[in-house]
């Protein structure tokens, strides 16, 4: 299973990279997706999660070919 | 509805005039047209700030902010709405964002209005990060509307 994984604004910088891609059977929720990328490192408090560029909780299943989002509060307007 | 990313500086009053001459097919139809524009301050928490980054994420944010025209729509009778917003750098006294809303009646465009700029706010995939003389930093959270 491939899943795309992007990070927006501070928590891009905080990974160091724009995007991730995990290819692993293993890995069914956007709560696994997290730990995979982030070594198992705990998600900083207040971060947004989207899936396929809808809002979504960590316990949302993720599907193949599924593009998962972390970033932080949002201040556009 | 019409929802519009720009990387480079723009008119609200221009947009306005030109999205009603071109664009808006409802002449004679709205009473109303209520706008806001937001603008980017030379100042934050106390701060001077010389020039500010917009972050979008391309794709989310289009659809984010055509879903929450969408549910104006559902919820006031309105002809048709705007929105306008930028990305990349900005400097201050420079326009943000531009929201107006046609209806037939004042009170649907001023709540839709209303409605659209806080949720955009609140919902929209936009991060701003400030810059400051010789630093940068991400800006965590909107002013509170009170």
């Known amino acids: 299973m491939s899943v795309q994984i992007r990070y927006f604004a501070s928590l891009r910088e905080r990974m160091?990279?724009?995007?991730?891609?995990?290819?692993?059977t293993t890995v069914t929720s956007v709560a696994q997706v997290w730990a995979r990328v982030s070594g198992?490192?705990?998600?900083?408090?207040n971060t947004l999660v989207a899936v396929n560029m809808q809002y979504a909780d960590l316990d949302r299943a993720v599907q193949d070919g599924d593009e998962v989002a972390f970033f932080p509060p949002v201040t556009g307007g | 509805m019409t929802v519009q990313l720009r990387d480079v500086d723009f008119d609200p009053c221009e947009e306005l005039a030109a999205y009603q001459?071109?664009?808006?097919?409802?002449?004679?139809?709205?009473?109303?047209?209520?706008?806001?524009?937001g603008t980017m301050r030379d100042f934050n928490d106390g701060r001077a700030v010389q020039a500010m980054t917009l972050e979008h994420y391309p794709g989310m944010t289009e659809k984010n902010l055509q879903r929450?025209?969408?549910?104006?729509?559902?919820?006031?009778?309105?002809?048709?709405?705007?929105?306008?917003?930028?990305v990349g750098e900005?400097?201050?006294?420079?326009?943000?964002?531009?929201?107006?809303?046609?209806?037939?009646?004042?009170a649907a465009a001023f709540d839709?209005?209303?409605y659209l700029i806080e949720e955009l706010k609140t919902r929209a995939p936009f991060w701003k990060k400030e810059?400051?003389?010789?630093?940068?930093?991400?800006v965590e959270h909107n002013t509170p509307v009170s």
Do not use: M
Request: charged content about 25%; hydrophobic content about 45%.
């Open chain 2, 21 to 37: 001459q071109g664009v808006l097919d409802q002449r004679g139809k709205y009473g109303a047209v209520v706008s806001f524009v």
């Open chain 2, 90 to 106: 900005v400097r201050p006294h420079d326009p943000i964002v531009l929201v107006a809303v046609w209806s037939a009646h004042r």
């Open chain 2, 112 to 114: 839709a209005c209303r």
């Open chain 1, 16 to 24: 160091g990279r724009a995007s991730d891609s995990i290819d692993d």
């Open chain 1, 40 to 45: 198992n490192r705990s998600l900083p408090v």
């Open chain 2, 68 to 86: 929450i025209c969408a549910e104006a729509r559902r919820q006031w009778d309105i002809l048709d709405a705007l929105i306008v917003h930028r």
């Open chain 2, 131 to 138: 810059q400051w003389h010789e630093t940068a930093r991400w």
